[in-house]
């Protein structure tokens, strides 16, 4: 660079997320400057910019000398300590007035501790999620940011060019709270992601476990519900996969793959949060033990041999099979969405954030990974509802509740018969089931406590806490 205050926003982290947004800032009309501390990173983006407004820095000191005030710095750094090192390194560096953005996959409370860390400083520190992946960083992803508020008047106008346009053509980009509010939100998109997921994955093997049908048809099949209700960007990619050939084999491609899933932390945070806040939201956690379970991949092989399981062929109709599953999936989907928007309902009364459920919503349409049709419908529940006790008693989605559960249940028994495990779709029936029950087991839960713990117990035709003796045993 041969001029200082030529860029109008500078990245820390040049991997594929950091390059792809930086081309996507470039083409909506702001000058760039990144820095890595791979060298071979920053020669990579000159030269895939050559002839842009984008610029690779040799240093710390040489990327904020060139940023216009005040500086706009964008990290893009895994979560943990490199985060943490980034905030060193540029703290020096920065003047009041000056934000700083993580846009990383980073826990919620470490974001909070950041802010309380740099309050001293006059620097604005904002928590973005990002969700898309590659394409979306290029193309327009869906942002979450939020933390310091002052920040947000500052990076609005740049956030909201690179975002992801909905079909209204709003951007998939808004401002979510204070706090650790926009890590918390991404953080809970993925935890429905996980969820999403996986019942895809329930649904292509129960297809392929109890009506043997090959990955060409059910790509097709998957291509037929994307143009429906379930229509989503998850269903179509899984369509895609689907249909996609190994050049080494021959055969599908995804019958080469390994069956062992991995997975980065978010839907694992996701999952002690709704834990440690009390939430039900047993589809998303059921989808990371589902992880887990793949991979002791060794320990299976070894158990096939010796556990025992039902012998039986499916004897039923196949099309109709076929719907009841897409009916199914369709309500665990509504389920883990449930689950999702409760776990942040509990997390902005813990943390006082005000979250916008129907604007998060309106984010999540476009450019993020769990983007789908029914994102729209849920924005108009909270729109009519802001204060919605659960997803499924708006009536809209009651309505398909209804309309769904006994396709639900059907595939849950017909898994349960034929030995396949579906994790997620049985942990939304449960869910649905028990959050439907006006009266639950507890009661005998609550005795059983104060038996052996003495922890007393809640009647109900009078308030108050009780003891009993329960035994008469000397």
């Given amino acids: 660079m041969t001029a200082p205050a030529l860029f109008?926003?500078?990245?820390?982290?040049?991997?594929?997320?950091?390059?792809?947004?930086?081309?996507?800032?470039?083409?909506?009309?702001?000058?760039?400057?990144?820095?890595?501390?791979?060298?071979?990173?920053?020669?990579?983006?000159?030269?895939?910019?050559?002839?842009?407004?984008?610029?690779a820095a040799r240093s710390l000191q040489e990327l904020v000398a060139g940023l216009r005030a005040p500086r706009r710095i964008l990290m893009l750094v895994p979560a943990g300590t490199a985060v943490d090192s980034v905030i060193a390194g540029l703290r020096p560096l920065l003047d009041r007035g000056d934000v700083l953005i993580d846009g990383g996959n980073t826990l919620f409370t470490d974001t909070q501790r950041r802010m309380l860390?740099?309050?001293?400083?006059?620097?604005?520190?904002?928590?973005?999620?990002?969700?898309?992946?590659?394409?979306?960083?290029?193309?327009?992803?869906?942002?979450?940011?939020?933390?310091?508020?002052?920040?947000?008047?500052?990076?609005?106008?740049?956030?909201?060019?690179?975002?992801?346009?909905?079909?209204?053509?709003?951007?998939?980009?808004?401002?979510?709270?204070?706090?650790?509010?926009?890590?918390?939100?991404?953080?809970?998109?993925?935890?429905?992601?996980?969820?999403d997921m996986q019942t895809i994955c329930e649904s292509y093997w129960l297809l392929q476990e109890l009506l043997g049908m090959k990955p060409v048809e059910m790509s097709a099949v998957f291509s037929e519900w994307n143009r429906g209700e379930?229509?989503?960007?998850?269903?179509?990619?899984?369509?895609?996969?689907?249909?996609?050939?190994?050049?080494?084999?021959?055969?599908?491609?995804?019958?080469?793959?390994?069956?062992?899933?991995?997975?980065?932390?978010?839907?694992?945070?996701?999952?002690?949060?709704?834990?440690?806040?009390?939430?039900?939201?047993?589809t998303i956690v059921e989808a990371v033990f589902a992880r887990t379970v793949s991979a002791v991949k060794q320990e299976r092989v070894a158990a096939a041999g010796v556990l025992a399981g039902p012998k039986l062929r499916y004897a039923g109709d196949r099309a109709a099979f076929v719907e009841q599953v897409r009916r199914a999936l369709l309500a665990a989907k509504i389920c883990a969405y449930a689950q999702g928007f409760q776990l942040l309902r509990a997390g902005d009364r813990e943390h006082q954030w005000s979250l916008p459920f129907?604007?998060?919503?309106?984010?999540?349409?476009?450019?993020?990974?769990?983007r789908a049709r029914l994102l729209e419908d849920i924005r108009h529940a909270y729109a009519g509802n802001p204060e919605l006790a659960n997803l499924?008693?708006?009536?809209?989605?009651?309505?398909?509740?209804?309309?769904?559960?006994?396709d639900l249940r059907a595939v849950v028994a017909a898994a349960a018969q034929h030995g396949v495990a579906v994790p997620a779709f049985m942990s939304a029936l449960a869910y649905y089931d028990a959050y439907r029950s006006a009266r639950l087991p507890a009661n005998l839960l609550q005795a059983q406590r104060d038996y052996f713990g003495a922890h007393t117990y809640q009647r109900i035709d009078r308030p108050g806490k009780f003891h009993t003796h329960w035994t008469t045993r000397p």
Avoid at 41 to 48: D, F, P
Avoid at 117 to 143: C, H, K, N, Q
Avoid at 358 to 370: F, L, M, N, Q
Avoid at 392 to 406: E, W
Wanted: with cysteine; hydrophobic share 45%; aromatic share 6%.
């Fill in 8 to 55: 109008d926003i500078g990245i820390v982290g040049l991997g594929v997320m950091g390059e792809n947004l930086a081309l996507n800032f470039e083409r909506n009309g702001f000058a760039v400057t990144g820095f890595d501390l791979d060298a071979a990173k920053c020669e990579r983006l000159g030269q895939r910019t050559q002839g842009l407004r984008v610029a």
């Fill in 117 to 195: 860390a740099l309050a001293d400083s006059g620097i604005l520190y904002v928590g973005s999620g990002v969700s898309g992946g590659e394409e979306g960083a290029l193309r327009g992803p869906a942002l979450m940011p939020g933390g310091d508020a002052q920040a947000w008047s500052s990076i609005k106008p740049m956030l909201q060019a690179i975002a992801a346009k909905a079909e209204d053509g709003q951007p998939c980009c808004e401002w979510m709270g204070g706090g650790g509010a926009g890590h918390f939100v991404k953080m809970v998109h993925n935890g429905i992601e996980y969820a």
């Fill in 230 to 282: 379930l229509g989503s960007y998850l269903i179509g990619i899984t369509a895609e996969i689907l249909a996609r050939t190994d050049a080494d084999t021959g055969g599908a491609l995804v019958d080469v793959i390994l069956d062992t899933a991995e997975q980065k932390g978010t839907g694992k945070w996701a999952s002690q949060a709704a834990l440690d806040m009390g939430v039900p939201a047993p």
């Fill in 358 to 370: 129907e604007t998060i919503a309106s984010v999540w349409r476009a450019g993020c990974i769990i």
């Fill in 392 to 406: 499924m008693v708006d009536p809209h989605f009651a309505g398909v509740m209804a309309q769904c559960q006994q």
